[in-house]
């Protein structure tokens, strides 16, 4: 129920957390996601636990195929065009961006989740806080 709108800068926030054991990023990832990264390192080496969930609408894994523009819903000025050839292409390079994005929390020592829209928040928690070897 909530709507999008602009880009907060997080990064700041977590450096406000430092007695905190355990920190839970929520994000789409696309604003200030080098800050964090780099806030996020420190953190996980003096043994902070620190989650990336990273939410994903279902759009974006499986664009429309009847649109031929899309708008993006936090900047109505952004178009772009979505015919098969863009499509295939844009799958190609959001699947690129996802797998760097995950390799970059992991190598800071972070644990980094996919959150599906329409995943129920019950199941999303449940499944991001098993113990690792459960997942």
């Given at each position: 129920g909530v709507a999008p709108t602009g880009t907060a800068v997080l990064g700041p926030h977590l450096l406000s957390l430092r007695?905190?054991?355990?920190?839970?990023?929520?994000?789409?990832f696309l604003g200030d996601t080098d800050s964090l990264l780099a806030i996020a390192g420190p953190l996980c080496a003096q043994g902070k636990e620190v989650y990336a969930v990273h939410v994903i609408h279902t759009t974006e894994l499986d664009p429309p195929r009847d649109a031929s523009l899309f708008t993006d819903p936090e900047d109505a000025h952004f178009k772009r065009p979505m015919m098969d050839q863009t499509r295939a292409k844009y799958l190609a390079r959001f699947g690129d961006w996802c797998d760097e994005l995950a390799r970059s929390w992991r190598m800071r020592g972070a644990y980094y989740v996919r959150v599906v829209t329409g995943e129920p928040a019950a199941s999303a928690v449940r499944r991001i806080t098993l113990p690792s070897g459960a997942r």
């Open positions: 007695s905190s054991g355990r920190v839970a990023i929520v994000s789409d």
